[in-house]
């Protein structure tokens, strides 16, 4: 493509240097670049691209010139690939020819000229984690453990980040936790917007986790891994530090009770310090760079979640293109997108035969048992047993239910109740396209914020490498999974999980796109799974009991050292829960 195209954009090489101070043809160093969308056409078998030009510097994905091209590069000989269409400042043009000799007749609306502060793409540096008394996590091969998790792990060179054989205190709880794909749709006013659809999968996700930097992807006291794909190469091929692995002080504690006497004394102190161990790899797939994330608390509960960052997918600026996102500096348009993320859980919830339920809350309106005549209005668990794939698969744009439960059906904890994990979400999912339409069939997996499915070995995953270049007949047909109807009582159970959110760029992606609020996830959670609270095990607590009357005196009760090192205050622990008055 790059080759080809310093020979097609020949004849635009004075309307390139004079309206960007850039160009293709014959450059050095005030060189063009481009980007390419997909998918690749309108339908099968189309081989055509639309390429948007940009200015090669630093951060070159926000420095469109307004001029886009549409490559037909349908011929196995290159030499026969051809422009069909362009599109420069919010107009059509049917050849490169006709464009220049526009240009140079007068007769062009003509994109202003770069202006001096071209370079406002760049970084700043992050922060500092220290682990005081040294690692309290085993890493063996690809096997992790910490706490009471044990666990497996690898990157699937397509889509990434996989878990299996996840354990808490010896019990399994899932088979496989994994990435199955990561998308994302565009809109806008330009051709190349209006067309981009990303499925990343198809770009190797799992081979775009490019080294990890120490003190900013992942503290300098991290652990790092190396990852190995045969992937678009001839032989094996060793990615350095491509996951990192560190204890994460999470700043809220994991509980704590302040146990008022309410005379301005109290009874005791309890408090537990919140702490979880944090997988983390990323991938950057093109403009976009992804974090993928897994928290292992001490409680039994995992967090699997993605941040979102990198540049925006920008298109030059044209006031049309305002319905489609917003504008971000003098020539760019940030384009509106939503992004999707898809998982695989396959559930063991107390063993490989379970059934799922879903659990909210309905209000009765019943009369009031100790106020004669009077009526109360009161809250009333609801529970809805989901007996097939259909009644399990709840459609993004419907409200899910708030307790989404996989339960053991013959095994019970101490208190009588099934033995359950709950999937909760974080997220702000939204509908891709009308259900159906065109590419809307190769992404099925994001018609549903959950689906849960019988375990079958044919249906592994949710999607595939070929669905970014033919999405109008997927390989992986999910829509499969869920039509069949199968029962799913007393079953091997898989979730399927969607989480994402619709992101309108705004000035403040500029230079980047910012990790706070572009989170979104899911956390698997037990519920009457234990018969008390796991972390009760933990030797991390500090009870601080008064001595009455006085209260100036407190024992203070602990079962591990006071942390030592230079990142925490060489200040003993104190603590005095009393008020006075001034």
């Not at 003509?110 to 085993?138: D, I, M, N, W």
């Not at 080294?211 to 032989?235: I, K, N, Q, S």
Request: aromatic content about 12%; some cysteine.
């Amino acid at each position: 493509m790059h080759r080809r195209l310093q020979e097609l954009t020949a004849p635009l090489d004075r309307l390139l240097r004079d309206t960007t101070g850039y160009w293709y043809h014959n450059c050095s160093r005030r060189c063009l670049t481009f980007s390419d969308v997909a998918p690749r056409g309108l339908g099968p078998g189309e081989r055509r691209s639309w390429l948007i030009l940009q200015r090669s510097v630093e951060g070159h994905f926000l420095h469109p010139v307004g001029l886009e091209l549409l490559l037909d590069h349908r011929s196995r000989d290159p030499r026969r690939w051809a422009l069909r269409q362009l599109w420069y400042n919010g107009q059509y043009f049917a050849s490169a020819p006709e464009l220049a000799g526009r240009y140079e007749r007068g007769e062009l609306a003509l994109a202003r000229p770069p202006s001096p502060e071209l370079l406002f793409s760049t970084y700043v540096h992050g922060a500092k984690v220290c682990e005081p008394q040294g690692r309290r996590y085993r890493l063996q091969g690809n096997l992790l453990e910490y706490g009471g998790w044990r666990l497996a792990l690898r990157l699937r060179s397509t889509a990434g980040l996989q878990l299996f054989d996840l354990r808490f205190n010896g019990e399994r709880l899932a088979h496989e936790l994994s990435v199955q794909e990561a998308v994302a749709f565009y809109g806008g006013h330009s051709p190349a917007a209006m067309q981009t659809k990303y499925i990343d999968a198809a770009w190797g996700m799992g081979t775009l986790a490019h080294e990890l930097a120490p003190g900013v992807d992942c503290p300098e006291t991290a652990t790092y891994l190396d990852a190995h794909h045969l992937y678009d190469a001839a032989g094996p091929v060793r990615y350095r530090r491509a996951l990192c692995l560190f204890e994460l002080p999470t700043g809220v504690p994991l509980r704590r009770h302040f146990d008022s006497d309410f005379r301005g004394g109290y009874r005791f102190y309890g408090g537990l310090e919140g702490q979880a161990l944090l997988l983390r790899t990323t991938a950057t797939v093109y403009n976009y760079d992804y974090l993928w994330d897994v928290l292992l608390y001490p409680n039994g509960v995992l967090e699997a979640k993605v941040h979102a960052t990198g540049y925006v997918h920008a298109t030059f600026y044209t006031p049309r293109g305002l319905h489609y996102g917003s504008r971000l500096h003098r020539d760019v348009l940030g384009n509106l997108h939503t992004h999707l993320l898809h998982y695989k859980v396959d559930l063991d919830v107390a063993g490989t035969h379970n059934s799922f339920e879903t659990l909210d809350v309905r209000f009765e309106n019943i009369s009031n048992p100790w106020s004669a005549g009077e009526r109360v209005v009161r809250p009333r668990l609801y529970r809805q047993p989901c007996r097939s794939e259909r009644q399990a698969a709840f459609p993004v744009g419907t409200a899910l239910p708030r307790y989404l439960l996989f339960s053991s059906p013959t095994q019970r904890n101490r208190w009588g109740h099934p033995r359950s994990y709950r999937i909760q979400y974080s997220s702000q999912a939204g509908r891709l396209l009308p259900r159906g339409w065109k590419e809307e069939k190769g992404v099925a997996w994001g018609r549903y914020h959950l689906a849960v499915t019988r375990h079958h070995e044919k249906e592994a995953t949710s999607s595939s490498p070929y669905a970014q270049h033919d999405p109008w007949q997927p390989a992986v047909d999910f829509e499969s999974f869920v039509r069949d109807d199968e029962n799913i009582e007393n079953q091997d159970l898989v979730a399927w999980v969607t989480v994402g959110f619709l992101h309108i760029p705004h000035a403040e992606d500029v230079p980047n796109t910012a990790t706070p609020g572009n989170a979104v996830g899911f956390f698997l959670r037990p519920f009457n799974f234990f018969d008390e609270d796991p972390s009760m095990a933990s030797l991390g607590p500090v009870i601080v009991r008064p001595r009455a009357p006085a209260f100036t005196h407190v024992d203070v009760q602990r079962w591990t050292p006071a942390s030592p090192g230079p990142c925490v205050s060489a200040e003993p622990f104190h603590y005095n829960g009393t008020y006075w008055p001034d």
